[in-house]
């Protein structure tokens, strides 16, 4: 049977993977487990979903575990995500003890898992208090934060880090989220999967079926932003860009398409602001989509003429990843991760506003040229960057250095 | 005793090409002012002073360079100083015996620069420079060189990582403090003199690491010939 691993040197080169066997062999048969809050929706379980079975065929023996909560545990938690991100949320002495009772609650039922693991990454704030209720755990603990933590609610993040401050080593997507932690600190970032259906080429029959089916006019110029209906990701900001857009061009149209993630309690709410936001316009698609839409997205997104992606925060932004990885300009909100993969004039542009956006949106209309050479750079800047492939090498050394202890130089002979 | 023959005489050690990579890791350590700066690269950790003079090699980069290391570009960048980012844009890393004298000399121009200004510019609280170290893994290839004719056909196909590791992370790791190819081909006797002198000719600042690659190929192609 062809393995998973073997699919990946004609995109990557073989000399990636052979880096990746090579980082591998000094820790085959270590235990790995992951821990997170959810299987389906976001960006972590993505990951997860691919990464899993890539370890695995490494030969390191890599587990998925997720808790389960109930409401109260969600909504204290997203209050987390928020404050995290800026929000200055006033959390309910209950909801920290739900969130607590829960942790607690979940380590009873992970304990056999997690005590021998050599290694758990625990990603998020919401398993985080878990590492204080494994007694006895044999192995090295991660925290693995993927939110924009730039400038967290301080009250929050002082609950939040003495879970944190217990890890063996804290892993960040970007320098300028990373908190002082008494522990190695690492810099990751996320990753793409390109050979996940959301991101393999589509035939153009393909695109424009789904197109159809949602009544958008594959001829004429197409917007899409894909993500969760959430206020950080600003979807309403988007319809306004598109508004002033359409000033200029009529045939404009825009898709926002997003599906719920199980921990996300809020989703729904902005929802309803967003379709109000729409009103009548019928060049306005708002597309709710069941988690496993992948392939209709990947459509929307080949569809696309510009992908934007207007958050005023982001952890990180991997639906800018996957449409430079389909070779679309990306109009990306001038903030955290997006700063990273979004770069002026040669993948895309940076906005602060609506306004922003809507110059840029008719800028990249009227120079076709130019937005094909930035669709053209945004592939190659993914493939070197951004591919999975990338992401487990430097998971893996980071495994290689909390292992075995080696400061600075990792030599493999 | 021609060249030729005395190579033939010697059993020379062959060259071991390999790869690497960097993975970075923060330090916790930032910087919004001049001052600021100043006072954390007096403690700041080697590594860290490596990685923003070196580092910025192996990361993605769309522009040209305009300064060879972090210190200087954020002070243009960010602080709108131009003449401190052009004093600390002059540094040669590669002719100071080690980092520690390297970071004196960063302090002092950055010391001189504070006594010189009225008022000492603040970056915004979303551009601090922030001190980062890194880790490098090296990695083996399959080749094995015993003649240096063989690079002719490797350095153009050379991936970035290995340029990074033959090129730069070399002077770090060899007593004279030169790229690997140099002792290498040196252990030739006088044979390969002027491609040698044409290799350490090579500037490897400002610069990036695709040129440097460019270059050694045009020194390679200069002076040796295919079998």
């Given amino acids: 049977m062809s393995r998973l691993i073997d699919q990946y040197p004609q995109i990557t080169g073989p000399d990636v993977i052979e880096q990746l066997h090579q980082l591998a062999k000094p820790l085959k048969g270590l235990r790995v487990v992951h821990v997170n809050a959810t299987k389906q929706g976001g960006g972590v379980a993505e990951i997860l979903q691919k990464m899993i079975p890539l370890m695995n065929e490494l030969g390191i023996k890599t587990e998925w575990e997720v808790i389960e909560g109930n409401a109260d545990f969600y909504t204290c938690t997203k209050a987390f995500h928020n404050a995290m991100q800026g929000d200055q949320v006033q959390i309910p002495e209950r909801l920290y003890k739900a969130f607590e009772q829960t942790n607690l609650e979940n380590a009873e039922s992970l304990k056999k898992s997690l005590t021998d693991a050599d290694i758990v990454f625990i990603h998020d704030p919401q398993p985080a208090p878990l590492i204080e209720n494994i007694k006895g755990r044999k192995g090295k603990w991660v925290w693995r934060c993927h939110i924009d933590a730039n400038k967290p609610f301080r009250p929050v993040w002082k609950y939040l880090r003495n879970y944190v401050s217990q890890y063996d080593a804290s892993v960040f997507s970007l320098s300028a989220f990373a908190q002082p932690l008494p522990h190695p600190v690492y810099l990751i970032p996320p990753s793409i999967d390109p050979l996940n259906e959301k991101n393999v080429p589509l035939d153009r029959s393909e695109c424009v079926a789904v197109l159809d089916e949602f009544n958008i006019d594959p001829e004429r110029p197409l917007l899409v932003q894909v993500s969760r209906f959430d206020r950080f990701k600003d979807p309403i900001g988007v319809i306004q860009a598109y508004r002033l857009a359409k000033e200029f061009i009529p045939t404009l149209q825009l898709v926002l398409a997003g599906g719920g993630a199980s921990d996300d309690p809020e989703g729904e709410i902005v929802l309803e602001e967003v379709r109000a936001a729409a009103a009548d316009d019928v060049d306005i698609h708002v597309l709710q989509l069941p988690d496993d839409s992948h392939r209709k997205i990947n459509a929307l997104q080949t569809a696309a003429t510009i992908i934007v992606q207007k958050s005023i925060r982001e952890g990180f932004g991997l639906t800018v990843t996957e449409g430079m990885w389909k070779q679309k300009p990306v109009i990306g909100g001038n903030t955290g991760g997006i700063r990273l993969q979004v770069i002026n004039h040669h993948t895309g542009f940076l906005v602060n506003s609506p306004a922003g956006a809507a110059l840029r949106i008719r800028y990249l209309l009227k120079n076709h040229d130019k937005a094909l050479e930035m669709g053209i750079k945004g592939k190659e800047y993914v493939r070197e960057n951004f591919l999975i492939t990338r992401h487990i090498r430097e998971y893996l050394t980071m495994m290689l250095s909390l292992v075995y202890g080696t400061k600075h130089r990792i030599d493999l002979k | ?227």
């Avoid at chain 2, 192996?58 to 360079?65: K, S, T």
């Avoid at chain 2, 600390?88 to 121009?109: F, H, S």
């Avoid at chain 2, 551009?127 to 880790?135: A, L, R, T």
């Avoid at chain 2, 192609?221 to 295919?226: D, K």
Wanted: proline share 4%.
């Fill in chain 2, 1 to 227: 005793m021609t060249n030729k023959s005395h190579s033939k005489s010697i059993t020379h050690q062959k060259f071991v090409l390999r790869d690497c990579a960097l993975i970075a890791m923060a330090t916790g350590k930032r910087a919004r002012s001049l001052i600021g700066l100043r006072d954390q690269l007096e403690t700041i950790e080697e590594e860290s002073i490596y990685y923003h003079f070196w580092g910025g090699l192996l990361r993605p980069q769309f522009e040209d360079y305009e300064y060879h290391n972090d210190f200087a570009s954020w002070a243009a960048h960010t602080l709108n100083d131009r003449t401190m980012a052009e004093r600390l844009g002059i540094i040669d890393p590669t002719k100071y015996e080690n980092l520690d004298q390297l970071r004196q000399e960063l302090v002092e121009l950055i010391d001189e620069r504070i006594d010189e200004l009225e008022e000492i510019p603040w970056a915004p609280r979303d551009k601090q420079f922030e001190f980062i170290v890194s880790d490098i893994v090296v990695f083996t290839t399959k080749q094995a060189l015993s003649e240096p004719e063989a690079l002719l056909g490797i350095i153009p196909k050379m991936s970035l990582g290995s340029i990074f590791y033959h090129f730069i992370d070399a002077r770090r790791r060899s007593p004279q403090r030169t790229d690997d190819f140099t002792p290498w081909l040196k252990s030739f006797g006088k044979r390969y003199q002027d491609l040698i002198d044409g290799i350490m000719g090579i500037d490897p600042c400002l610069t990036s690491l695709s040129a440097l690659r460019d270059e050694l190929t045009e020194e390679f192609s200069n002076h040796l010939e295919v079998n």
